[in-house]
């Protein structure tokens, strides 16, 4: 108890500290939404492609001086077209062209930060994160992102549902999937950009599968995954930059632990998935 106090008393009076446990609400929220629509749609393997691309961008950005926003959007998006075309005009298969893309981008991205020694550019930050660096303006960033990756989710909603669990009769009613598909790489690119600070490029992919598939086993209702997704991803946060802040770990691996704590929970104990569960029941039939 006495360690909670402190961190009480140090969360009410150090201003660092509250931009961190706000910037990790944010984060664990839009990775928690945007997070389940990844799952659903088979796309995990394409969340950690495009986290990872988006760092040749951001490199650019603090070399020449222009907003990570635009350079992570750019890599993002280009990205994700690369590994459509090349899908389409060749024989290899999704994982193969996520693989080969997702690996040269961020080559790309650590080529660029090694050339550029002596800029202030971080390569452990950007990749791992520094939520105690987290600023206001950082704040606002996150909250601006977050209101839009929300706005674009509840505007698109219907036609997001249909493309993720019926991508041909969305064809056959008029719904351009494809545009859809583009625009969640679009709201990744946008919610990575948001997470850099929090759990870095590395680490964010864990934030957008972890309480997603958490929440999927815990209940068979889009509403309730979602609403679900967006509480571990904020408990995650919590709990991640309190162990941070006592035991003086890496934030954004606490974070991440914590997440996956949670998902391991799921997986033994869902009343109806879990595996322990499954098995007790098993054996209550066979009394």
């Known amino acids: 108890m006495d360690s ?34 990844i799952i659903l749609r ?43 075309y090349i899908t389409q005009n060749s024989k290899l298969k999704d994982d ?3 693989g080969l893309m997702f690996t040269s981008a961020f080559a790309l991205g650590v080529i660029l930060i090694t050339l550029q020694r002596g800029t202030g550019v971080d390569l452990w ?21 977050g209101l839009l990756v929300v706005g674009c989710i509840f505007l698109f909603y219907k036609q997001i549902l249909l493309s993720t669990f019926d991508p041909i009769m ?6 351009p999937t494809n545009i859809i598909h583009y625009l969640m790489m679009l709201l990744l690119s946008l919610v990575t950009v948001a997470s850099l600070k929090t759990v870095g490029i590395v680490l ?10 958490t929440a999927y086993l815990l209940t068979e209702r889009l509403p309730s995954m979602l609403a679900l997704s967006a509480v571990f991803g904020i408990v995650s946060a919590v709990t991640g ?9 890496a934030t954004g691996a606490s974070i991440v632990m914590v997440a996956s704590l949670l998902f391991a929970l799921s997986f033994f104990l869902s009343p109806k998935q879990g595996l322990l569960v ?6 209550r039939a066979g009394v």
Not at 59 to 78: E, K, Q, R
Not at 241 to 249: A, E
Request: hydrophobic content about 60%.
């Open 4 to 37: 909670l106090h402190f961190f009480i008393d140090s969360l009410m009076n150090y201003s660092y500290l509250q931009n961190a446990m706000a910037g990790g609400i944010m984060v664990g929220t839009i990775c928690g939404f945007i997070g389940c629509f």
């Open 241 to 249: 930059v309190y162990l941070s802040f006592i035991f003086d770990v």
């Open 125 to 145: 930050h950007i990749l791992f994160g520094n939520v105690l660096a987290v600023s206001r303006e950082d704040l606002m960033l996150i909250l601006i992102i």
């Open 278 to 283: 499954q098995k007790y029941r098993v054996w």
């Open 42 to 84: 088979g796309m995990a393997l394409m969340g950690d492609a495009i986290s990872h691309a988006v760092l040749p961008g951001v490199a650019a950005a603090y070399i020449f001086g222009f907003s990570i926003f635009i350079g992570a959007v750019i890599t993002g998006v280009l990205t994700s077209i690369a590994i459509g």
């Open 204 to 213: 964010v992919v864990a934030m957008f599968i972890a309480p997603g598939a």
């Open 170 to 175: 969305a064809r056959a009613v008029g719904v």
């Open 96 to 98: 193969t062209a996520i």
